[in-house]
């Protein structure tokens, strides 16, 4: 059994005052809820500044519905929020979480696009889902098929969308291109690799050394990856030169550093890299050669940018369907994963970012452990 031993009690939420004046007041507190949330109000590192506090909440309004959620991930994006080093900033005080899976447990009055009993998903960023239960209205959520896996849809809005847009946006490939990326062994790299193997791409991935090497290829390969080559086999490697594989039209990016400039070398003419992250926490450097002779465009990609640009589009819905369809299918598994407990926050928050690349776990919070 799961215990939390500490409750912080904060004033996140005063909906009810601890002195009833009035029939109304009085009214709320039957209908109020206790409910848990991870709360901050300064920026810092986040096991310093998160806490469990609990507050009430009332019966959803008219145009709301009350989300229980059920898992919440931990993803690099959310502990750098918390840090103050993310470009997109929730007003403070604030709960963390961009990702989740729920179920609604109530509905209001004008609501006809959700019922009880539905799963969701975020519609949006900063939902805050790192809390056991909150109203929210009707469109800033998004039902999903209960048919994909709790995990799998707890997952859906970050990584996969990531993989899928940039395999999709950039450049136009036909089957049996190939595609090339670093931090192959990452929830994106994962992803990347087993879109590529549905849409016929060929795919090689880079990853960092390590004594478990074989293993870690062994993991990508049976995803569907037709290449895994360590930061040194990529310096050396002939797989292009000797026509194994034709050169890669796309370089997808979350390392830049030297590893960056090693998968760059490799792009055909007029293929490009896309760039989502910096793990290595050191610049992209781009040769002159790369642009003059050999025409390579460089690019960058935020999914939080694009999601608000593409909030209603039918390319984000068909999006979601295709995805939901592959996971329901078992053509798209989700990445190596620890659940952790809700009130055991700090292990998730702590392992999330880990910069030596290796551990290859995403970390998901599990809030019926609260």
Known sequence: MVMCMR??????????STNFTSIR?????????SVKSLFYKEYGEPADVLHITTQTINQPESDQVSVKWLLAPVNPADIN???GKYPSKPPLPAIPGNEGVGEVIAVGSNVNNLTVGDRVIPNGTNLGTWRTRANYN??????????????EASMLNVNPCTAYRMLKD?????PGDTVIQNGGNSAVGQMVIQLC????????????????????????TSLGADEILTETEIRKTQIFKSKKLPSPKLALNCICGQNALEVMRHLAHGGIIVTYGGMSREPLTVPTSALIFKDITVKGFWM??????NMNSKERIDMFNELGMLFKDKKLKAPPHKLVPFCEFQEAVMNA??????????????MTKS
């Open 304 to 309: 939080t940018a694009w999601t608000k640009t």
């Open 7 to 16: 409750m912080l009690a904060l004033p996140l939420s005063r909906t009810i």
């Open 81 to 83: 929020t918390i840090q």
């Open 197 to 220: 193997k549905v849409w016929n791409y060929k795919s090689v991935s880079v990853v960092r050394d390590r004594p478990d090497i074989e293993a870690l290829k062994d993991h990508l």
């Open 170 to 174: 950039f450049i136009s490939l036909n």
């Open 138 to 151: 009707s469109g800033e959520l998004m039902k999903i098929p209960k048919d994909v896996g709790t995990i």
């Open 25 to 33: 007041q009085m009214s709320m507190a039957v209908k109020a809820d």
């Open 353 to 366: 970012l880990n910069l030596d690349g290796k551990t290859g776990v995403k970390y998901i919070l599990d």
